[in-house]
């Protein structure tokens, strides 16, 4: 099991920056895949960014790259999402999320951060 906690949410212009951080507890969190999701009202959850836990490889949606930055510090158990330029359709909730049997990584999640970003 592991647990994740999201932080960092809240509420900006458009082109500001915010930071997002997953908190990660339980089993050895260098094993586990990690990912961003989000999920804006009235739409379905849908995948932000990933990163592999063997090489550090990245993945993107189309509609952050370029903008937005995922890494991890497997020393200290978190993972990051850098988001720069943002917009208003970036507004969502933010959820993190951990997986070894599924990409994107879909086996365990947080409870979500909010981001409003107005215009």
């Known amino acids: 099991q592991v647990q994740l906690v999201e932080s960092g949410g809240g509420l900006v212009q458009a082109g500001d920056s915010l930071r997002l951080s997953c908190a990660a507890s339980g089993r050895t969190f260098s094993w586990y895949d990690m990912g961003w999701f989000r999920q804006a009202p009235g739409k379905e959850r849908e995948f932000v960014a990933g990163i592999r836990w063997r090489a550090g490889t990245t993945y993107y949606a189309d509609s952050v790259l370029g903008r937005f930055t995922i890494s991890r510090d497997n020393a200290r158990n978190t993972m990051y999402l850098l988001m720069n330029s943002l917009k208003p359709g970036d507004t969502a909730v933010y959820y993190c999320?951990?997986?070894?049997?599924?990409?994107?990584?879909?086996?365990?999640w947080g409870q979500g951060t909010q981001v409003t970003v107005s215009s």
């Open positions: 999320a951990a997986g070894i049997n599924s990409w994107p990584p879909e086996d365990y």
